[in-house]
């Protein structure tokens, strides 16, 4: 490494909360985009029903891991304290209300005859509006998260937010995408050209976001260092850059132009192709974030000081607390 990059590197947060973070966004973004297209009825229902199907697992799975980083499940039950003054309890109870209505738009579409009457129509979109705002507020909290750290200026950015929410639609869609592929039959075919080109402008937004947050990052001169750190990373320029931004949004406009010529197998191997490789590049993005969040070294009167990051508990009212 650079020997100019003398900043502390923080190791309390890896891959656990990095899938935590990542399964957060794809379910969030997952849920969104289904129930937005639960509005146009039956031409998107196939998409609708996978996304939900999706949602509330992937987001339960995540929190299982979260849950699993902390160690205790004491530990976890202070998080939601102090929704006045924490971000970390109030993205508590923002995805703890999702969920819920996540599993609530699960089952009333799946296991209950709601949508045949004037009423449960009603239901359903109250339910699907608000699931959807909880839905955003998910996808932006996983990167309001690391910017509750005050410690690390790399994740202290308006920027972060926001590719983290384009990358939830993203990850999120390719994961419908995903199972509409392996659905199969005529409506998969259907939909899978106009899902080449959401794909590919969505991916497009993310390139331009991720392009954006560095430059950000790179022109403080705190956050600096981990802007560097994370370019030098082959997983980040090789893995998430190029597999997992660059090559979906080739292979999604391929699959656009040739669908009407291209045969069944074709079309649907270039759809999990791409589909598989900008999840991958999703869950690439999260944890490079983490590690190559950097304690800046503050530099007084020509001496250079390194700042300690000290692990600290957990405290009853506080909720949990992020590396410092």
């Known amino acids: ?134 839905a955003l507020g998910t996808m932006a909290y996983t990167g309001i998260l690391l910017g509750a750290s005050k410690g690390i200026p790399f994740w202290r950015t308006a920027a972060v937010p926001v590719v983290f929410v384009i990358s939830a639609l993203v990850t999120g869609h390719f994961t419908i995408m995903l199972g509409v592929v392996f659905h199969g039959g005529p409506a998969a075919l259907e939909a899978l050209q106009t899902m080449a080109l959401e794909g590919l402008v969505l991916v497009i937004f993310e390139l331009m976001a991720i392009m954006f947050f560095l430059q950000a990052a790179y022109r403080s001169p705190d956050a600096r260092e981990s802007a560097e750190r994370i370019m030098a990373r082959q997983s980040f320029v090789v893995g998430y850059l190029l597999l997992g931004l660059i090559a979906p949004a080739l292979l999604m406009l391929l699959l656009y132009f040739v669908m009407a010529d291209a045969d069944m197998q074709t079309a649907y191997l270039l759809g999990a192709a791409g589909a598989v490789l900008g999840l991958a590049g999703g869950l690439i993005l999260r944890h490079s974030v983490l590690v190559t969040g950097a304690l800046p070294t503050l530099n007084v009167a020509g001496f250079k000081f390194r700042r300690i990051a000290k692990p600290r508990d957990p405290k009853a009212g506080i909720g949990l607390l992020p590396p410092a």
């Open 1 to 134: 490494m650079d020997p100019k990059h003398t900043g502390q590197i923080q190791t309390e947060w890896g891959w656990l909360v990095a899938i935590y973070l990542y399964l957060g966004g794809v379910g969030s973004g997952a849920y969104a985009i289904a129930a937005v297209n639960g509005f146009f009825g039956k031409p998107l229902e196939l998409s609708t029903a996978i996304g939900l199907s999706i949602a509330f697992p992937s987001v339960l799975i995540g929190t299982g891991a979260l849950m699993a980083d902390l160690g205790s499940p004491g530990r976890a039950m202070l998080a939601g304290n102090n929704v006045k003054t924490s971000w970390i309890a109030r993205g508590t109870w923002v995805i703890s209300i999702f969920m819920v209505l996540a599993f609530t738009h699960l089952v009333l579409l799946f296991y209950t005859d709601i949508r045949t009457t004037g009423d449960g129509t009603t239901i359903l979109s109250a339910v699907s509006i608000a699931g959807i705002a909880f």
